[in-house]
């Protein structure tokens, strides 16, 4: 074996101070900042301008007509708020509906007053068996008092 090969490996002081170089070259690359392209870099000095395509909205008056469409518009929301005021004193379970599980769905129709079931019974299933529960859960579990109200079941 030839050792005049190895012969730069030998001299201690010669590799080590090629290490340290090393090691230095690679501290640099790692830790200095990449530099940015000028193209990227915020100019505080430009101003950006904003184009607005709409017209500037016209300053409001009070005619005659727009104080006749308020009016009418406090009216139609005091009116809704009374029909709501009443829906919760005649109905005050209505907020426990619908009453829903995989197979069946139970609500209250307003305009008809009684409740709307429909079942959605498996291929075996009982639909008797179904609308019992789906009642079970409405008088014991919401406390709905759906004795004083007709029932219309839809299978489907």
Request: hydrophobic content about 45%; overall charge positive; glycine content about 4%.
């Given at each position: 074996?030839?050792?005049?090969?190895?012969?730069?490996?030998?001299?201690?002081?010669?590799?080590?101070?090629?290490?340290?170089?090393?090691?230095?070259?690679?501290?640099?690359?790692?830790?200095?900042?990449?530099?940015?392209?000028?193209?990227?870099?915020?100019?505080?000095a430009q101003t950006v301008m904003y184009i607005t395509l709409q017209p500037p909205s016209p300053v409001p008056t009070n005619s005659a007509q727009l104080k006749q469409a308020i009016e009418e518009a406090k009216q139609s929301a005091r009116e809704y708020d009374d029909w709501q005021a009443n829906l919760?004193?005649?109905?005050?379970?209505?907020?426990k509906l619908p009453v829903a599980d995989d197979k069946y769905y139970v609500y209250f129709d307003l305009k008809e007053e009684k409740?709307?079931?429909?079942?959605?019974?498996?291929?075996?299933?009982?639909v008797a068996i179904i609308k019992a529960e789906a009642l079970r859960v409405l008088k014991e579990v919401k406390e709905i008092p759906v004795d004083d109200y007709q029932i219309s079941w839809t299978v489907k």
């Open positions: 074996m030839d050792l005049n090969k190895f012969h730069l490996l030998s001299n201690k002081k010669i590799l080590v101070l090629g290490s340290i170089i090393i090691f230095i070259i690679l501290l640099i690359v790692i830790f200095l900042p990449k530099k940015k392209s000028p193209s990227l870099k915020n100019n505080p919760r004193l005649t109905y005050p379970w209505l907020r409740f709307l079931g429909s079942v959605y019974p498996a291929s075996g299933d009982n």
